[in-house]
């Protein structure tokens, strides 16, 4: 009985432990920035923006740790956003090639990301459609004078867009070509915070190209 007993215990003590460590402490808002649309990478259910577009929002705990995959029976449903599909179709286009399809795209997205969220998914979606609509970062950057089609210090974007959004984004790119913008979100997707912890790129690029879209 004593034995029952314990293994109850530490079976209670493993699950309280499994789900702090899931606990969402913040989010990351990530938008895209891609120089390859063209004929061969246009989405096939979407529209190419010459914009940033939503790439997702990601549950992170306090290390900074991603949070994802907590529940894959909660599958993506596009009957459950349909009022927000047209606009999904605009800002969250999959125009990564050779990942055209925007359905799979943000099915992936809810069921890795935001299954631990606990939000609903309307929520899900319209909360970050929400949140790239007031980080206007595009706008922005050409207010700055800076533009697609040219490079920049890295320093200068970062300062733009803090401007923007009230705190410090994370800039990734790749071979010192843009790629994507973080922007830090409380965990309940509504407010932008500063980052509690830092991801950065490999390889540190001072001066950063911003591509023009074709």
């Not at 808002?29 to 790439?55: D, M």
Request: hydrophobic share 40%.
């Amino acid at each position: 009985m004593l034995k029952m007993f314990a293994l109850f215990s530490l079976l209670i003590v493993f699950n309280n432990l499994h789900c702090l460590a899931k606990r969402v402490s913040y989010t990351y808002l990530v938008v895209q920035w891609s120089s390859a649309v063209n004929s061969y990478c246009r989405p096939t259910y979407g529209t190419v923006v010459k914009n940033f577009s939503i790439h997702g929002v990601w549950p992170n705990d306090m290390s900074g740790a991603s949070i994802w995959s907590c529940d894959p029976k909660n599958q993506f449903n596009e009957k459950k956003v349909s009022m927000l599909v047209r606009d999904m179709q605009v800002f969250w286009s999959s125009i990564t090639y050779p990942s055209t399809n925007s359905r799979q795209f943000w099915s992936h997205e809810w069921s890795k990301h935001m299954t631990c969220s606990g939000l609903i998914q309307f929520d899900y979606f319209d909360k970050t459609l929400q949140l790239k609509d007031r980080a206007n970062i595009l706008k922005a950057l050409r207010n700055a004078g800076i533009k697609p089609g040219s490079s920049y210090p890295l320093d200068d974007m970062e300062k733009v867009v803090e401007v923007e959004i009230g705190f410090s984004p994370i800039i990734m790119y790749k071979n010192c070509l843009l790629k994507e913008i973080y922007i830090c979100v409380d965990s309940y997707a509504l407010t932008f915070i500063a980052c509690p912890a830092q991801r950065l790129p490999v390889i540190v690029c001072l001066l950063l190209n911003f591509p023009l879209k074709k």
